[in-house]
């Protein structure tokens, strides 16, 4: 099956029976938790990418929300929502659990989640072109920076809150190559040790986009049919 | 120890051994959502209720973000956020569990908890004065009219998701008989029979407070230091 992005006149792939599916859109950094939660746990899936901003009709009944991600099972269920797609994957499939069993250590790992509203608000006006927003990204790096006291945010192995969080640093990468975000080491010591130990993880590994390749797509987000599929999916 | 709201001046009272602590305020919904669990898991807690306007000195440090619920260990550990709170709660303490142990009911739950917002978020403009978003709460209702498909929201009896909505609706009735929310039993005529099968809950009825007693503390809410006790806790 081809993974390009399907757009308006498109068919809904037929569901197949004992498949899991997944919605996404390449770029993306809610479906990409999904992705990263499906590709740590090896968890058998196939994948229909979508057009997010030029949706196909079909996508509209499958999830009123439109949005990825969202998971479609073989007796017709769905299942919309980054967080709650994620953790459904981690209930249900035992192998490398990542949500802490301890309900203490859950709980603040989702405040540790939760609280990625202080980098991603920023972080969208800024990539929209509200340059004034750059130093509220660093502001909500500084919260990581302070609460990161292991290799990984949950102890000394990536764990779901990792997972929940890394779309967003892993696309800061291009706001500095490409959009001047003031982004430096001497600031964010313990995060940029982080980062190159993020991107050795296999899972983050098997999702990781170059900053050129996201430099490229939010080049043409402007016009009406942006290129998702950007070269990189066929 | 006086359930009385503490403000300013007031001293934090010393954790006792084996006593699990909730910060709360007699009319917050978000800290009601704890209570409601607490009540129908039967679980020994003592409460301290804060000034949210006008806050104790010693509640920042406990709770850097002000806010109630807020869980505090005896061992000095603390827990904010009402949904964090909640679970907690119900996964350390198995007595009457309320979140479904079916990974994707789990999750179809939480989907209708947070779409309370399609409520709360128009609850609020209207409760300060914006009588022009009275219309949006009905719009919201409709969304849980429809859903509304047993006796309670996740089956025959009351679980996880309406003791999370319930604080929206049990105020409705005061945005109604006060100011002029016009809410009618035509419109939402299964939401007006669940909110009677609700008000017999033992969990409810331990926290329920008459619409006059809303009317009364709203009342005093635009002075410097509302009138937190109203008369209702000593």
């Known amino acids: 099956m081809s993974l390009k992005h399907l757009g308006p006149g498109s068919v809904m792939p037929p569901l197949q029976k004992g498949k899991l599916r997944l919605y996404s859109m390449v770029f993306c950094p809610y479906a990409q938790r999904a992705r990263l939660v499906l590709a740590a746990k090896n968890i058998p899936f196939e994948v229909v990418n979508i057009k997010l901003k030029v949706k196909p009709e079909w996508y509209l009944k499958v999830n009123p929300l439109g949005q990825v991600p969202c998971l479609h099972f073989d ?131 098997a999702t990781i986009i170059p900053a050129a390749t996201f430099d490229k797509f939010f080049k043409s987000y402007a016009s009406e049919e942006p290129d998702y599929d950007c070269g990189i999916v066929q």
């Open 75 to 205: 007796d017709g269920r769905t299942l919309p929502e980054s967080l709650l797609v994620s953790e459904y994957l981690d209930d249900t499939y035992p192998e490398n659990k990542l949500i802490p069993t301890d309900p203490y250590k859950k709980a603040i790992q989702r405040l540790l989640i939760d609280s990625v509203t202080k980098v991603t608000g920023p972080f969208y006006k800024f990539l929209f072109g509200d340059s004034a927003a750059g130093p509220d990204i660093l502001n909500g790096l500084d919260y990581y920076e302070q609460k990161l006291d292991n290799d990984y945010f949950g102890g000394d192995k990536p764990t779901f809150v990792d997972y929940m969080i890394w779309p967003w640093f892993e696309r800061l990468e291009y706001l500095k190559q490409y959009k001047g975000l003031d982004l430096n080491e001497n600031r964010h010591q313990k995060l940029f040790s982080y980062f190159e130990r993020m991107k050795k993880v296999p899972a983050v590994k």
